[in-house]
Nanobody, 124 residues
């Protein structure tokens, strides 16, 4: 069982940066798990923002965040990060991290473990 806890969300202005963290709680280790960041805005479908493989050697970014967001991980700290730069009002959403041992990709339905989410609000 993997328990995920997101943090780092908040209210910022357009053009600002935020860094989200996704930590595996308790004795859980992230080693071996691919981890993805997803977001969902009110009235919109869930969107895959970024994914990182268990080793950190492979990454995927959604088209809307390419060049602005960076996903990284520190397996020694059991933490995955999402550095969000040049934030835009359309980035406003609840951001979730998800983890899976067997799947690496952008389909949220394939991930077994999810955090509770952290709100990111970008004002114009």
């Amino acid at each position: 069982q993997v328990q995920l806890i997101e943090s780092g969300g908040g209210l910022v202005q357009a053009g600002d940066s935020l860094k989200l963290s996704c930590a595996a709680s308790g004795r859980t280790t992230f080693s071996g798990y691919a981890v993805g960041w997803f977001r969902q805005a009110p009235g919109k479908e869930r969107e895959c923002v970024a994914v990182i493989s268990w080793s950190g050697g492979d990454t995927y970014y959604g088209d809307s965040v390419k060049g602005r967001f960076i996903i990284s991980r520190d397996n020694a700290k059991n933490t995955v990060y999402l550095q969000m730069n040049n934030l835009k009002p359309e980035d406003t959403a609840v951001y979730y991290c998800a983890a899976d041992l067997a799947y690496y990709g952008s389909r949220g339905s394939e991930y077994d473990y999810w955090g509770q989410g952290t709100q990111v609000t970008v004002s114009s």
